[in-house]
């Protein structure tokens, strides 16, 4: 089993707001810090997922699902593959909040260089 690459203590945390089916979420993207001087951003180590309604059964599984996706980057599986893995519409666009948050993660993922 591959060692699961635990976040450090102290991280960049990003938040999106995104609507996806009539919903309202924020998505957080916590980062490793490479630089804190310098501002350099290392890989997205962990995902965080909420709904407009906090507790609401939406909001509890689109952060479980969070969960889930943070500890698979971990244990290093590829973001790449996660997010191809992902349920998708006839028109290509991802089917749920969990396959939206990883298109987020590349895409951040391929701004920020790693």
């Known amino acids: ?3 699961r690459l ?5 991280r960049a945390h990003e938040t999106i707001a995104v609507q996806h089916e ?10 490793e810090l490479i630089c804190a001087e310098a501002a350099r951003l290392g890989p997205v180590v962990e995902v965080f997922i ?7 059964p939406l909001d509890v599984l ?3 699902g969070a969960i889930l996706m943070s500890l698979l980057i971990q244990y290093g599986h590829p973001i790449e593959e996660i997010a191809r893995s992902m349920k998708r519409n006839p028109d290509g666009t991802p089917a749920s909040i969990l396959g939206l ?5 590349l ?7 790693t």
């Not at 635990?6 to 102290?10: C, V």
């Not at 909420?50 to 609401?56: E, G, I, R």
């Not at 895409?107 to 260089?113: H, I, K, L, Q, V």
């Open 50 to 56: 909420n709904a407009q309604k906090v507790n609401s």
């Open 6 to 10: 635990r976040p450090a203590k102290r």
């Open 62 to 64: 689109a952060s479980d």
């Open 101 to 105: 948050a990883a298109a987020e993660i």
């Open 107 to 113: 895409r951040a993922t391929e701004e920020g260089g």
């Open 1 to 3: 089993m591959t060692p």
């Open 22 to 31: 009539e919903q309202r979420f924020k998505i957080g993207l916590g980062r």
